[in-house]
């Protein structure tokens, strides 16, 4: 089926069943208690990570002003043309990418079901 997409995005979707017992239920409710401190873990990681991104920023800026000063040349950009934060979002996203697979695993050894399929973008069959 997936031949069909040729070389159109393919998105993922994850769909997750319930355990059936009450117990696989509070198991797989724990899974979700430990997915969402690793989430939480990314995001603190990522505050801190752009912290550092925007004091880097700041120390440029003001080399870069008294640059200018000493020049007698004018000031033409902002702190934040100084700030790079990708490294930042690709961290984050990798480090929420790490917590799917253990979340999955655990909810898996609770009872629940996790189908992953594959699919292509709106209509995008040749």
């Known amino acids: 089926m997936l031949v069909a997409c040729g070389n159109a995005p393919t998105y993922q ?5 319930l355990p059936a017992t009450p ?7 724990q899974c979700v208690k430990s997915r969402d401190f690793c989430r939480q873990s990314c995001d603190l990681d990522n ?7 925007q004091a880097a920023a700041q120390r ?10 000493a020049n007698r040349m004018t000031v033409d950009m902002l702190p934040r043309d100084f700030e790079h934060p990708q490294d930042c979002l690709a961290a984050k996203k990798s480090c929420l ?3 799917v697979r253990p979340y ?10 996790v189908t992953v399929t ?6 995008c069959f040749e």
């Open 60 to 69: 440029d800026y003001d080399r870069y002003t008294r640059e200018r000063f």
């Open 47 to 53: 505050r801190a990570c752009y912290n550092d991104v």
């Open 118 to 123: 594959t699919s292509c973008q709106f209509l």
């Open 23 to 29: 117990g696989g239920r509070l198991c797989a409710d």
């Open 97 to 99: 990418a790490d917590c």
């Open 104 to 113: 999955n695993s655990c909810y898996r050894s609770c009872g629940g079901t």
């Open 13 to 17: 979707n994850t769909n997750y069943v």
